[in-house]
């Protein structure tokens, strides 16, 4: 029997016994964190700063955005100055939100793509269900109102 959330796997002999497949397998795992960690630690002399997955960023956005909003509301933490956001803690979790499902972030960030500059002549900037759904803007602007950015080679 396996318990994958804990990792272990073990077998009939004994409730608490480890298998040997299973040592095997930390031993793997252990190996390929002391490879990726070896990876990181390059990338991050060839950058000059940090190379964290983008689940950490996310997580520490949310992180800043909870605890601005927390001094701004609870009464035991607010600074008698006003303390930082208070003229913008309330609109946090709506910016936030527009991260979450931006698709301008998406493609930046996850497909690497180009800012892109030029307007689509037919939705002008604007957003468009459903030539991002159905995909038939004669543009290709992929409905986000903006024309694709030339690949630079």
Known sequence: MTLPWLGYGFDSRSPLHITEETMSNRKIADIRNEVVAAQLKQLEEYFGEPVLPMSKYCEAFTIWTTCIINN????????????????????????????????????????????????????????SGNAMLMGNCPHACDGTGWLRAEKKK
């Open 72 to 127: 701004n509301k609870d009464p035991k933490l607010v600074e008698p100055w006003g303390g930082q956001g208070k003229d913008y803690h309330d609109k946090l979790g709506h910016i936030m939100m527009d991260i979450r499902k931006s698709n301008l972030l998406a493609r930046i960030l996850y497909d690497k793509e180009e800012f892109r500059t030029e307007q689509c002549p037919e939705h002008k900037g604007h957003w």
